[in-house]
Antibody, heavy 122, light 107 residues
Framework: EVQLVESGGGLVQPGGSLRLSCAASGFTFSSYWMHWVRQAPGKGLVWVSRINSDGSSTSYADSVKGRFTISRDNAKNTLYLQMNSLRAEDTAVYYC???????????????WGQGTLVTVSS | EIVLTQSPATLSLSPGERATLSCRASQSVSSYLAWYQQKPGQAPRLLIYDASNRATGIPARFSGSGSGTDFTLTISSLEPEDFAVYYCQQRSNWPPGFGQGTRLEIK
């Protein structure tokens, strides 16, 4: 069974940093592109970032470019999102999601974690 | 950036009825459109990808159609567990984006 379990969320002051983790199991982690998608309270879904299967290629939404860094450790089956210079508008539930198809990127989100809440407030 | 507009914002129906949800793109996305279902307090779930392909484990009452700029998600006969928020998502142009959602509520 595919499982994605996020952790690392919490309350942080504006300008602060946080690192999210997503522990993957039930599939060959190193064969899939992975994504982060966020959802502000009561709002819709917004794609944040993606990383290829070996970690050599990354992409970001303009709203987080230069502040967030996606990475992965295939030996630990774990995805990360380092978030720096956090703003109030970054407040959201952050979901990690597995790409739909093995070995390529479709930018469809076939499996999702349960999400972790990040609150940016003073 | 492509804008996806979903309609209606809220749809009120009864179990057993047919639901038709619409997603319109501001420019063509070919067939690169997906649909997701999200229940309160849960993560989204992929229902349909590339306009008309059901994802693994999705019941046959869910179907998708359309191409270019106009897409439809149809639920042929609503079950109680189908009442949720539905989002469309395009992967044709950068960046990938979602519609604002349609809330399907029990009448």
């Amino acid at each position: 069974e595919v499982q994605l379990v996020e952790s690392g969320g919490g309350l942080v002051q504006p300008g602060g940093s946080l690192r999210l983790s997503c522990a993957a199991s039930g599939f060959t982690f190193s064969s899939y592109w992975m994504h982060w998608v966020r959802q502000a309270p009561g709002k819709g879904l917004v794609w944040v970032s993606r990383i290829n299967s070996d970690g050599s290629s990354t992409s970001y939404a303009d709203s987080v470019k230069g502040r967030f860094t996606i990475s992965r450790d295939n030996a630990k089956n774990t995805l990360y999102l380092q978030m720096n210079s956090l703003r109030a508008e970054d407040t959201a539930v952050y979901y990690c999601a597995r790409d739909r198809q093995e070995g390529t990127v479709t930018t469809n989100f076939g499996y999702w974690g349960q999400g972790t809440l990040v609150t940016v407030s003073s | 950036e492509i804008v996806l507009t979903q309609s209606p914002a809220t749809l009120s129906l009864s179990p057993g009825e047919r639901a038709t949800l619409s997603c319109r793109a501001s420019q063509s996305v070919s067939s690169y459109l997906a649909w997701y279902q999200q229940k309160p307090g849960q993560a989204p779930r992929l229902l349909i990808y590339d306009a008309s392909n059901r994802a693994t484990g999705i019941p046959a009452r869910f179907s998708g159609s359309g191409s270019g700029t106009d897409f439809t998600l149809t639920i042929s006969s609503l079950e109680p567990e189908d009442f949720a928020v539905y989002y469309c998502q395009q992967r044709s142009n950068w960046p990938p984006g979602f519609g604002q959602g349609t809330r399907l509520e029990i009448k």
